[in-house]
RNA sequence: UGGGGCGUCGCCAAGUGGUAAGGCACCAGACUUUGGAUCUGGCACUCGGAGGUUCGAAUCCUCCCGCCCCAACCA
């Protein structure tokens, strides 16, 4: 794991169990988790989440973090699955080290804890149809019926669940199932199946079997086998955990390990403006809505490397999101800034013009070519090195930098109007040439002024704007792909015409006629760079050829500009922020209960030791008395805490009198 | 509706009987050769609601409300 991996993690409800557990001494002090994916999709940034978790605390508590494919179902499971989700692990910067495993490995073993349920009379072999099955089992309201055939002897379920596995029934003619309760309130634990007859070639073991564990089953046994300590999976499997208590409990003498894991769940990730169901996502890439499981505008592990995300930022962002129990959405302007702060004090600055616009600079000689001084870093980066940049006659500049009638608030080039280019020296613009066809702006002529090379006036002037630029003979042509967010609206799973209606159609912009300065193709720079007053780029590799370079844009840079812009088109000025006016809401403390008679003759007989400390903690404490004063009563707990704690052992004092008298002296002098 | 969970700022999230942390977002200002970064300040008199217990409640008790999950031979 890289050494930016963060080092203090956050307290959670997690990390806090772990600790009790391991000072309790359960599992001889030994912390092992895993990360249980099924081979059926790729890796998102949901799963990001628990492989930071479960690495993470072995990481934190000296354990280990096994990688284990869940491949219970042949049916959706595949090879390329399985090497995406290595890929994204290591990528993430994780190491299994030996710890790799498949379920699928397992089913000699699953097998005989089956057969040791039927001997103990805890699994039996149904014969009903799956139709009749979901028909006995009940509903929500209503208890389940038993099958008829939940007596069969031990005898007759082992000779039947040999023969099940020697192939002789065919698929779906029975099933085992766990004997528990069909009336039991958690439907979950309504004879729970275990194994079913499904003739599917399996990617990793082929044709060896024609009988296939269930979730339910394989999953507790896979993490008992494995000697995992703390079996952490999400919300939706809340239910499923008393299944996962009754087998681990139920076969406590067959396990390996003398204590069993447990299940803790906690809350899956959601993010806006995206999807993180893997059955949504495969509908995204079957419906060629997206150009593949690595499309760079997908959260999936692949997709946000091709887009450019660091994996530290990731990681980042993973501990920054907390873990807990309740369901929530975290807002990708979170992901965003974790990735500017990674890149921001480490990436060198280019210059790279997007949408050229030409510019002809009038008084600069033709043919006259200087080399300027550039640093790689802004003054706040404390990170030497700087290039030199091509300055000329034509160069071009951002189309956005330029507005014949500037809006108010606008820093940048107009006509009449001086800027600085960066780097290099100030222009002004003298004159617009258009297309007379289209009234487009094809080119701007400008001046500059000599005594400004640099970027600084000698006499002090000063400009409004600074412009990012490039000379048009020597800067190379680049293509740069724009990604914004994937769908228009925070909440795309909860549409109801589906999210298909609210796919942004501007979330891929591509971009072939950008122009970058000559010493940025320089692939020692690295692969990430930031484009002044533009974002953070990524040098893809997979759509970069030696002659044709493309740039993924990772994150744009914060736009206060374009915010303000936003503020005063209409329609954004249009929904009235509806002001909440909550009235104040009468927080007049109730007035403390009179004190009896006999507490008063207390209070004077206490109050020689008491008026001591009370005024002691007054003293000690100016600034909440003087919070006190000001109106922030809720103080005066704090100050009798205070006070309780120096009149000696708990009970001494009365907490009333105390009050008392605190309030008496806060009020008085 | 039976069961299992969860409700603390726009979004995350600490806090578990004694002053409602922090981050993102947002707002204002300073600084600035990136409208970036940085810095400063502002952002919950109150914790889903109502009662109760207590000197003192987001924390304990009671009732209520809302949201999520469970009736695949998926995981």
Request: hydrophobic share 35%.
């Amino acid at each position: 794991m890289s050494e930016t991996a963060p080092s203090t993690p956050g307290r959670d409800f997690i990390r806090d169990m772990v600790e009790r557990d391991l000072a309790a001494g359960r599992h001889g002090g030994r912390v092992v988790t895993r990360f249980p994916p099924e081979p059926n999709g790729y890796l998102h940034i949901g799963h990001a989440k628990s492989i930071c978790l479960n690495f993470g605390l072995a990481l934190e508590y000296g354990g280990t973090c096994h990688l284990r494919l869940d491949d219970t179902n042949p049916e959706t499971e595949e090879q390329e699955y399985v090497e995406a989700i290595q890929a994204g692990v290591r990528w993430l910067g994780f190491d299994w080290g030996e710890n790799f495993f498949h379920a699928s490995d397992y089913f000699e073993r699953l097998f005989d804890f089956a057969v040791e349920l039927i001997r103990r009379d805890k699994a039996y072999v149904d014969s009903l149809n799956e139709d009749e099955i979901r028909d006995y089992r009940g509903t929500v309201t209503e208890p389940g019926r038993n099958s008829p055939y939940r007596d069969r002897t031990v005898a007759e379920n082992l000779d039947l669940f040999h023969r099940m596995r020697a192939g002789e029934f065919a698929d779906g003619a029975h099933v085992l199932r766990a004997k528990i309760d069909m009336s039991s309130p958690n439907m979950k634990m309504r004879d729970p199946l275990l194994y079913r007859i499904k003739r599917a070639t399996h990617y990793h073991r082929g044709d060896a079997w024609c009988i296939y564990p269930f979730y339910d089953f394989a999953h507790p046994l896979s993490d008992a086998i494995e000697g995992i300590t703390h079996s952490l999976c999400t919300l939706e499997f809340e239910n499923n955990r008393e299944i996962y208590d009754w087998l681990v409990d139920a076969l406590v003498e067959s396990l390996p390990f003398p204590d069993p894991p447990r299940q803790t769940e906690f809350a899956r990730l959601n993010l806006t403006y995206t999807l993180m169901s893997k059955r949504k996502l495969l509908e995204l890439v079957e419906r060629r809505l997206v150009a593949g499981w690595d499309d760079p505008r997908l959260p999936t592990l692949a997709g946000l490397r091709r887009r450019g995300f660091t994996p530290e930022a990731i990681r980042d962002f993973c501990e920054r999101i907390g873990v807990a129990k309740a369901n929530s959405t975290v807002d990708v302007t979170l992901l965003e800034h974790c990735q500017r702060e990674d890149l921001n004090p480490q990436v060198p600055r280019v210059l790279c013009v997007l949408r050229p616009l030409k510019l002809v600079i009038e008084n600069y000689p033709e043919g006259q070519v200087e080399e300027l001084d550039a640093p790689f870093y802004p003054h706040d980066v404390p990170k030497e090195g700087s290039r030199k940049v091509p300055f000329s006659r034509v160069l071009y500049i951002e189309r956005d930098d330029f507005a014949e009638n500037p809006p108010k608030g606008f820093h940048r080039l107009s006509p009449g109007r001086e800027v600085r280019l960066r780097y290099a020296y100030f222009i002004r613009c003298e004159s617009i040439v258009k297309d007379p066809a289209t009234d487009e702006i094809v080119e701007l002529r400008c001046t500059y002024d000599p005594a400004t090379r640099g970027g600084s006036a000698p006499d002090g002037r000063k400009v409004p704007g600074t412009l990012h630029w490039v000379s048009a003979e020597h800067s190379v042509p680049v293509e740069v792909r724009l990604y914004d967010r994937l769908f228009k609206v925070e909440r795309p799973d909860l549409e109801e015409g589906g999210f298909e209606s609210v796919l942004n159609p501007g979330s891929l912009e591509t971009l072939t006629a950008s122009r970058l300065e000559p010493a940025a193709v320089d692939p020692s720079l690295g692969d990430r760079l930031q484009f002044e007053r533009q974002g953070y780029f990524y040098r893809a590799p997979v759509d970069s050829t030696s002659g044709h370079l493309v740039f993924n844009r990772i994150v744009p840079l914060r736009d206060s500009w374009a915010q303000e812009v936003q503020k005063q088109s209409p329609a954004a000025a249009a929904p009235a922020p509806a002001q909440k006016a909550k009235p104040p809401k009468e927080t007049e403390a109730k007035p403390l209960e009179p004190l009896t008679a006999e507490e008063q003759e207390q209070l004077e007989q206490i109050r020689p030791t008491l008026l001591p400390i009370v005024q002691g903690v007054l003293a000690a404490h100016p600034t909440e008395v003087e919070r006190y004063r000001s109106g922030k009563t809720g103080i005066l707990g704090f100050l009798v805490a205070q006070v309780m704690k120096q009149a000696g052992p708990a009970g001494k004092a009365n907490p009333k009198l105390v009050n008392v008298l605190l309030t008496e002296k806060l009020s008085g002098s």
